[in-house]
């Protein structure tokens, strides 16, 4: 089999078997086409005469026609994936990408709403669509749901007694999470006013179907606009506020990790960033030698 195909036979796999979303199916794409065009330009027929020394040279390649650092590692991760299938399939006997880095990427700190401009936004009258738009603003905030996971929700996903919600994570994962006090009332409200048949959507778009991404994504840019909001307002930024002030309240890095359903500490120890910046503020106004004169 040719590298293209192969290529193509692991992305449908992803696609099928591990339940990749099209946005990562197509991202893994864009990378991969730029390994095999690099392959093409070299005269390279197959996986297997790739080594570290041709790799490198085909991320400073991609480094010099302006590619970022973080999309190089983004390039290099999906080499790696596409090469460890490859090697449990008995088709490469050896890892091309070994001892090969992309360059150092500087993590930007997520911007997070404070507690009362939080309040502000969830709280804020939209109108006739208000019932819908404070359970869903309500529900981000409350238990740190990615976009996919909220627009996913079916009212039996809901334990409205119980104060839970079973949300479908990345990697087809199953987690449950609770659901806060107003959040709860919120939804309650919802249900009431538009129905909670089991099986049917909690927030639903044209025709009863599922509310669209872009249609969620709309709205909050409209609620942060109307409220003169000067942060650009968008469904990851109550994720990252979510975490933000709970890890400030408990310092439970690990509890973080479980509600948001990170596989990997690491990803989430970047609120601990974040509640230091906040930390540090608290001193730098509070300390009699901190204070500025």
């Not at 020394?53 to 991760?77: T, W």
């Not at 749901?145 to 996913?152: A, M, N, Q, V, W």
């Not at 973080?256 to 690491?266: F, K, P, R, S």
Request: charged residues 25%.
């Amino acid at each position: 089999m040719d590298p293209h195909s192969q290529v193509e036979a692991w992305l449908t796999r992803l696609a099928g078997e591990r339940k990749a979303s099209p946005h990562t199916i197509d991202g893994y794409r864009r990378d991969l086409t730029k390994l095999l065009r690099y392959m093409e330009t070299q005269q390279l027929g197959a996986f297997d005469v790739l080594d570290s020394n041709r790799m490198r040279s085909f991320v400073a390649a991609e480094h010099r026609a302006g590619l970022s650092p973080k999309s190089l590692q983004r390039l290099l991760s999906s080499c790696r994936s596409l090469f460890r299938q490859l090697s449990r399939e008995g088709l490469l006997n050896h890892d091309p990408v070994a001892g090969v880095r992309g360059p150092k990427v500087h993590r930007k700190l997520p911007q997070v709403l404070d507690v009362d401009e939080a309040t502000v936004l969830v709280e804020a009258d939209s109108g006739a669509l208000t019932v819908r738009d404070r359970a869903m603003l309500e529900l981000f905030y409350s238990s740190g749901l990615r976009l996919s996971e909220l627009i996913g929700l079916r009212w039996l996903d809901l334990d409205l007694d119980g104060g839970e919600v079973r949300v479908l994570g990345k990697g087809n994962k199953t987690r449950i999470v609770p659901v806060g006090r107003q959040a709860i009332t919120a939804l309650r409200a919802l249900g009431e006013a538009e129905g909670r048949a089991a099986e049917s959507p909690v927030f639903r778009g044209r025709g009863g179907a599922p509310i669209s991404p872009r249609t969620v994504q709309a709205r909050l840019k409209t609620l942060a606009l109307k409220q003169g909001f000067a942060k650009r307002v968008h469904p990851h930024l109550l994720r990252h506020t979510f975490a933000s002030h709970i890890l400030e309240s408990s310092g439970d890095l690990r509890a973080v990790q479980e509600l948001l359903g990170h596989a990997d500490i690491a990803t989430t120890q970047i609120y601990t960033h974040l509640d230091f910046q906040h930390l540090a503020k608290v001193y730098d106004a509070a300390h009699p030698r901190a204070r500025k004169r």
